[in-house]
């Protein structure tokens, strides 16, 4: 069985404001086991997908958004999907940011530049582990 198996049929949505960001982590998913893949451009349209797209399995949350930054976006997703798992992507590296990430609903955190097979990894533990 692929160790990738886990996102057979899969939604993932990725909340980024920066093109080249979301193309980065759209090629890396892309090429997994048939996994979906949406873009929300800042915070408010995260929100809305979520409310909008029961299919959406997980969440990659850019922390630094116009509009509504990631923080207040996993917030209020959290607030009507509790079971949602969000995993924050930020270029700040610190551990006081991992713990805002955390307390603000992320179940995870990964420092950019994001590397393949720790994000994968990330993944397969949120998916698991909201199941």
Same mark, same amino acid.
């Given at each position: 069985?692929?160790?990738?198996?886990?996102?057979?049929?899969?939604?993932?949505?990725?909340? #980024?404001?920066?093109?080249?960001?979301?193309?980065?982590?759209?090629?890396?998913?892309?090429?997994?086991?048939?996994?979906?893949?949406?873009?929300?451009?800042?915070?408010?349209?995260?929100?809305?997908?979520?409310?909008?797209?029961?299919?959406?399995?997980?969440?990659?949350?850019?922390?630094?958004?116009?509009?509504?930054?990631?923080?207040?976006?996993?917030?209020?997703?959290?607030?009507?999907?509790? #079971?949602?798992?969000?995993?924050?992507?930020?270029?700040?590296?610190?551990?006081? #940011?991992? #713990?805002?990430?955390?307390?603000?609903?992320?179940?995870?955190?990964?420092?950019?530049?994001?590397?393949?097979?720790?994000?994968?990894?990330?993944?397969?533990?949120?998916?698991?582990?909201?199941?």
């Amino acid at each position: 069985m692929d160790k990738k198996a886990f996102l057979d049929g899969k939604t993932i949505l990725i909340a #980024e404001d920066l093109d080249w960001n979301f193309k980065y982590l759209e090629v890396m998913l892309s090429k997994l086991n048939n996994a979906k893949v949406m873009w929300a451009k800042d915070g408010i349209e995260a929100v809305f997908k979520c409310k909008n797209h029961p299919e959406i399995d997980l969440v990659l949350m850019d922390i630094q958004m116009p509009e509504l930054d990631g923080y207040n976006a996993a917030r209020q997703i959290k607030e009507f999907r509790p #079971e949602l798992p969000i995993i924050a992507h930020t270029a700040y590296a610190m551990y006081e #940011e991992r #713990e805002l990430c955390l307390s603000a609903g992320c179940c995870a955190y990964i420092a950019k530049p994001v590397r393949k097979d720790e994000l994968i990894e990330e993944i397969r533990m949120a998916l698991e582990n909201s199941n």
